[in-house]
Nanobody, 124 residues
Framework: QVQLVESGGGSVQSGGSLRLSCSVS????????MGWFRQAPGKEREGVAS???????SYAESVKGRFTISQDNAKNTLYLQLNSLEPDDTAMYYC??????????????????WGQGTQVTVSS
């Protein structure tokens, strides 16, 4: 079993920054993929960024150059640095994990474990 707990969300003005963290407990295996998804009210959940255990990453076009995903295996923590935030980035952000996964993925069905989410609100 894998447990994921997100933190770091909050309210910021347009152009601001936040860093989301996802604490991982349980067996993630040496080969895995992890991701960040977001869901705004009335919209479908979308994959924002993903990172594989070999360091390869994948980003949604809407966040490329503004968001950075990273992981600290020693601390069992996944991060998402959010810069140049825009009102359209307002959403609940979820951390996800797939033990044994190969390569990054921004597809929901490629993940078995999910956190409860952390809210990001960007005002103009």
């Amino acid at each position: 079993q894998v447990q994921l707990v997100e933190s770091g969300g909050g309210s910021v003005q347009s152009g601001g920054s936040l860093r989301l963290s996802c604490s991982v407990s349980g067996s993630i295996y040496s080969s895995h993929r992890m991701g960040w998804f977001r869901q705004a009210p009335g919209k479908e959940r979308e994959g924002v960024a993903s990172i594989a255990s070999d360091g390869r990453t994948s980003y949604a076009e809407s966040v490329k150059g503004r968001f950075t995903i990273s992981q600290d295996n020693a601390k069992n923590t996944l991060y998402l640095q959010l810069n140049s935030l825009e009102p359209d980035d307002t959403a609940m952000y979820y951390c996800s994990a797939q033990p044994g996964g190969y390569g990054p993925s921004r597809e929901q069905y490629d993940y078995s474990y999910w956190g409860q989410g952390t809210q990001v609100t960007v005002s103009s």
